[in-house]
């Protein structure tokens, strides 16, 4: 004889008297018992091998408002067609449309599909539309009618002649559909063995309450034993999104190291977003398909930085007292003014080295969402965030930027190897680009770097050495954390936020 508990007797009897298998909806109508109770009585018959449990996926589909609508009026060459058969076997398609009543949006809908369906011919040259052959109703309706009744229904209980119909009308954009995972119970031999056994039903106390502890009844009552090893249903608790994560332990790094956090407006000026760094005014950056322009208001105001705007004035025609040549054209003061969305970090860098706060030495860092209007794919976003870097010091060199950047490839990404190669920006002289090498992932690109130029630094009132780096932060996450597409460290799938781990 089984011992088993109330809820447990009863969930195992509903179960043989539906034929020994069920599903979990079934057993709950035909006991009485909630869900949750139903569930928990499963699980434990299941442990004990007297049930056990069958997984079936389950495809739910429904219209969605579209195929709604069409079930209420019928399908657009459904419509069409009547009318037609009220003029008869042919009549001009413009009239037909009218009897018909359709919608702007499903007259080539509704033309296309009576000739799909060889239900009628259209005659381009006279414009005419002749009904065919036979007008039987289609799988596709006999499906949108059932669902209009039923609202929805589960794909695999559905004749194979509506099965073919669900394909249709999700081509057709009509329908919602749901996957899911339906749990049905069958009883075991040993559970029919236990059955014809007997079973008798205990009462184990599964909650030690005050009034057991204090009246000495816990000595006499039977408490229920807990298997430490039973699984149990996952839970997920909360955390932040594991990008977020990754950007506060490069934050924390970055302080550690002695570094402060530079911050500045996502709406910048173009003189500090361009001409501050020395890119020229017909630079194609500053182009509509390099830079995102903003449309109102376009201009800000410089009145603050007068004086140095008049330098950067003169250094971008003349070179000033930099030793340059210049870029050997008319300047634009209007121009500078020009508001754009922030395109790179190196923004931020301009102000600092013009905050009355600025230290030399010193060593400064920004992480900072950018704009650009790049074609999104697999490594590029129009919004994006870049880990922007400066250090200034009289005794910089080239050596010292390298370190800086191989550094933050090794301990930041988790790279294996990085190389460096020459690049070329307007505002730094050397230039370097980074790439790193991770062992399963490969190489990719983080970003550029160099030497900030006299011609940046002097009108800023700076007389030593700034190195300087911005690199895409999301592409270090990517390679820390094995994604091999930008798109996804944004996503919503939940079920992918839930189970990554802290990188």
């Not at 309450?209 to 997920?236: C, D, F, H, M």
């Amino acid at each position: 004889m089984i011992e088993l508990r109330k809820h447990e007797r009863k969930t195992l009897l509903a179960i043989e008297r539906l034929g020994g298998k069920a599903s979990v909806e079934r057993i709950i109508n035909e006991s009485g018992l909630t869900d949750a109770a139903v569930m928990r009585a499963v699980l434990t018959l299941q442990e004990r091998k007297v049930v056990k449990i069958h997984k079936e996926k389950q495809t739910i589909v429904k219209l969605n408002e579209e195929g709604k609508f069409h079930a209420r009026k019928c399908l657009p060459e459904r419509r069409l067609i009547n009318a037609l058969k009220k003029f008869g076997e042919k009549a001009p398609l413009k009239k037909t449309v009218e009897k018909a009543g359709l919608e702007k949006q499903f007259i080539p809908i509704a033309l296309g599909w009576v000739q799909k369906k060889k239900w009628a011919l259209l005659n381009t040259k006279t414009n005419m539309l002749q009904i065919l052959g036979k007008l039987e109703e289609g799988k596709d309706e006999k499906l949108l009618k059932l669902l209009g009744e039923k609202e929805q229904a589960t794909v695999e209980e559905l004749s194979p002649e509506l099965q073919a119909a669900v394909q249709v009308l999700k081509r057709r954009k009509l329908l919602e559909i749901e996957e899911k995972t339906r749990r049905v119970i069958e009883i075991t031999n040993a559970g029919w063995t236990a059955i014809k056994k007997g079973i008798k039903v205990t009462t184990d106390v599964t909650q030690l309450t005050p009034e057991l502890v204090i009246s000495g009844k816990w000595r006499k009552v039977k408490l229920q034993k807990y298997n430490i090893r039973a699984p149990v249903a996952k839970t997920w608790p909360g955390k932040k999104h594991p990008y977020l994560q990754f950007l506060d332990e490069v934050k924390e790094k970055l302080v550690t190291l002695g570094f402060k956090e530079m911050v500045g407006p996502i709406v910048e000026t173009s003189f500090f977003n361009f001409d501050a760094l020395y890119t020229p005014q017909d630079h194609p950056a500053r182009e509509i398909f390099g830079i995102y322009l903003v449309k109102y208001p376009k201009y800000g105001n410089l009145d603050a930085y007068e004086h140095i705007v008049e330098k950067v004035k003169k250094t971008h025609e003349d070179g000033w007292k930099t030793g340059s040549t210049g870029w050997r054209y008319k300047y634009s003061v209007k121009e500078a003014r020009r508001l754009v969305l922030r395109g790179h970090g190196t923004c931020l860098s301009v102000r600092t080295l013009l905050s009355k706060d600025l230290e030399i030495p010193g060593r400064y860092f920004s992480i900072v969402r950018c704009y650009r209007p790049e074609v999104v794919d697999k490594t590029h976003l129009t919004e994006f965030n870049q880990v922007e870097g400066i250090v200034v010091d009289e005794n910089l060199t080239l050596r010292d930027l390298l370190g800086v950047l191989e550094k933050f490839a090794i301990e930041i990404a988790g790279a294996d190897e990085v190389k460096f190669r020459p690049d070329y920006f307007p505002f730094t002289e050397p230039s370097v680009e980074l790439s790193a090498y991770k062992k399963g992932y490969g190489w990719i690109e983080f970003g550029g770097s160099g030497i900030f130029r006299p011609e940046v630094t002097m009108p800023l009132g700076i007389k030593v050495p700034v190195i300087a780096w911005g690199l895409g932060i999301d592409r270090l996450f990517m390679m820390k954390a094995g994604i091999d597409d930008i798109r996804y460290i944004f996503t919503q799938n939940l079920d992918w936020i839930k189970r990554k781990g802290v990188v």
